[in-house]
């Protein structure tokens, strides 16, 4: 009973994990209406006009059509509304139909995600290596009010190891060396700190404890470069 209970919870997890993959990228469909074709003879009640349908199906990668997989067509009898779908439906006629539905009109703006993704990589691109120039500004140029958010290990040996990310202030620049006010509480990641700056907590003064933290310019650089200093924040 104990082994059922594992594979069951195994098969649980494993499912979830297959849903949290096709939410970031899988196979979709999409319906387009087609105009109303006289193409062929109803075989119920002889009618020669019929509405029009196409279905593609493509790849999506996070909801964002990427390449068409298929395209299908059906077509219903406009007076009896008998259905014809894809294999249903002469070669010659369902071509009609796809040259009648598929043309750019319909189908571009649907697959424009790959122009967008490459738009959007070209974007972060740029702003990584323009977040680089100012980063290596900074750490060649400190001013005052600069806060560092910084790996507390790198700078004070006495830091819980769990807590170990922190920030560090300039309040003072000297000839050859930099005074820092070194925070009093530590965070598990990097990513609790920018919090503390984006909520403006790491700007008060309360927020730092009072004795300084003297470093020399030179080694910024290298702090920089081994991680010890991950990365600079101006606020103006």
């Known amino acids: 009973m ?12 494993l ?6 993959l096709l939410m970031v990228f899988g196979i979709k469909e999409k319906t387009i209406q087609g105009p109303i074709m006289n193409i062929g003879t109803c075989p119920s009640c002889d009618c020669s006009q019929f509405l029009t349908h196409g279905v593609l199906k493509y790849f999506h990668l996070y909801w964002v059509p990427m390449f068409i997989i298929s395209k299908k ?7 009896c509304n008998q259905n014809l779908i894809h294999k249903n439906i002469p070669s010659v006629i369902s071509n ?7 043309n750019k009109k319909n189908t571009i703006p649907l697959f424009a995600g790959p122009i967008i993704l490459f738009a959007l990589v070209i974007f972060i691109a740029i702003d990584v290596q ?11 140029n400190p001013m005052i009010d600069d806060i560092y958010i910084v790996n507390l290990n790198g700078v004070d040996t006495n830091i819980d190891e769990k807590y ?11 000839l050859e060396r930099i005074e820092f006010q070194v925070s009093t509480a530590g965070h598990e990641d990097s990513s609790g700190v920018r919090e503390d700056i984006k909520s403006k907590k790491a700007s008060e003064y309360t927020y730092y404890n009072s004795k300084p933290l003297y470093i020399a310019k030179e080694q910024l650089p290298l702090m920089k470069k081994s991680n010890a200093i991950l990365s600079i924040k101006r606020n103006y």
């Open 164 to 174: 170990n990310y922190g920030a560090i202030r300039v309040i003072n620049i000297f």
């Open 15 to 20: 499912a979830a994990k297959i849903k949290a």
């Open 73 to 79: 067509v059906g077509m219903q009898c406009n007076q």
């Open 130 to 140: 323009l977040e680089n120039i100012n980063q290596t500004k900074y750490i060649n």
């Open 96 to 102: 009609k139909i796809k040259s009648a539905i598929f």
């Open 2 to 13: 104990m082994i059922f209970w594992k594979l069951l919870i195994v098969f649980i997890n």
